[in-house]
Structure formats: C-alpha cells, structure tokens
C-alpha cells in the first residue's frame, strides 16, 4: 500500500540551530501536509501544500511540495525549546481524497 | 466546544472485552475522521463519516471494528473482543466539509488491552 518515508527518525539540536526534515514516497501524491503532536495530544496542522513546487511559510516554519509530487520537506529555523515534538508528514493520493497517509514522524528535541 | 473531544482519554480493557470510544466533532463540522495510531507510528487511517453517512471504512482492521455517527455530530467507535494488538491511541479528526479541508483532531482516547 501506500508509504511515506519520513527521516530522519529523530533529531537533537541546540536552541537557535535551524532543522530540515523530509518525507518521501513511491507514489505521487495531490498534497502534502505537516502535523506536530506534543505529548498526550493530537497532531495540529502546521503547514498544507497544494501545488507541485509550492514552498510555503508559516512563521519560522518553511515547507515545499516536491516537482515530482512524490516528496516534501519542512525546514525550521531557529529554533526554540517549544519546537520539541514529534512532526508528522502527511500525504492525500487519492483524487477523491478519502484518506490521508502519515508518515512514521520525525521526533525533535532541542536543548537551551 | 471549540475543538474536537474525545472520551474517555484513557481506557483500559481486559482481553475480549467489548470498548466504546466517543468522539464529539467541532460543531458545524460535515466530516469526521477515526485514526488508529501505535506507539512510535504515525496515525493510520480507519474510517470517514460526511454527515451520518459512513463513506469510507477501508481502514477499519476486522469486523470487530465498527463506527457509528447516526446524526451526523457524535460519533462512536467500538471494538468488540478487544484483542492486545487493538492498544493504541484512537485518534479522531473533523472538518469543516469534506476530505480537503483542514483536519483538526482530538486529543485521543489511549486504549490498554490487558
């Protein structure tokens, strides 16, 4: 079935170092989104990607949907003691968009 | 309420026992969303409701699993003879109408299978 690959699998970086993660896949993909999730929470939505090379920012946050449809990436610069979290790429393949597609996350930590 | 709440937040069952997870959408929200997410793994999708109707239920892993939204707000997800792989965290997301708005998800209900 379909796979998001997402990497790296965790991260641990000073305060104020800037951080990319991607997500990958095999298949092409109508959009792509990011999702952060604390602890004993659900994800919340960070950033949506609707076009084929769309780059996209939100705050400290930049993400690009990928030319070939089948990858995205999310930057974040600065970063600050609250960017700690798990951060989740997310895929819709279908046209009819019945089902989103997440990835296994990338778990970030960032010592002051 | 102004998000998405889901009960209980916790829930621990003995092997074979039948749970029943609640979750009530943003009001005014068309669509919702069960997710199913193992420790150390990202949400994967169960089912999706438009309103009352039950549109896609692909993702649901066994006929033990079953999803009810019968006036379109409150929806419950039951799992009838819990087995030990069923202990995840059952997500719930809805949105405003339809699969390409934003999603907003609950906090989770954390099911222990015993």
């Known amino acids: 079935g379909q796979q998001l690959n997402q990497s790296p699998q965790s991260m641990f970086i000073q305060e104020g170092e800037d951080v990319s993660m991607n997500c990958t896949s095999s298949s092409i993909f109508n959009t792509w989104l990011w999702y952060k999730q604390d602890p004993g929470e659900g994800p919340v939505l960070l950033i949506a990607l609707y076009k084929a090379g769309e780059l996209t920012s939100n705050g400290r946050l930049t993400a690009q949907f990928g030319i070939t449809r089948k990858d995205s990436f999310l930057n974040i610069s600065a970063s600050i003691p609250s960017d700690v979290g798990i951060y989740f790429c997310a895929g819709e393949y279908n046209q009819a968009g019945t089902a989103l597609i997440f990835g296994k996350g990338t778990t970030l930590s960032v010592s002051s | 309420g102004a998000g998405v709440s889901q009960s209980p937040r916790y829930k621990v069952a003995k092997r074979g026992q039948d749970v029943a997870l609640r979750c009530d959408p943003i009001s005014g929200h068309v669509s919702l969303f069960w997710y199913q997410q193992a420790l150390g793994q990202g949400p994967e999708f169960l089912t999706y409701f438009q309103n009352e109707a039950q549109l896609d239920k692909s993702g649901l892993p066994s006929d033990r699993f079953f999803a009810e939204r019968p006036e379109g707000s409150v929806s419950t997800l039951k799992i009838q003879r819990t087995q030990q792989e069923d202990s995840a965290v059952y997500l719930c997301?809805?949105?405003?109408?339809?699969?390409?708005?934003?999603?907003?998800f609950g906090a989770g209900t954390r099911l222990s299978v015993l």
């Open positions: 997301a809805s949105s405003l109408d339809g699969i390409r708005d934003i999603q907003y």
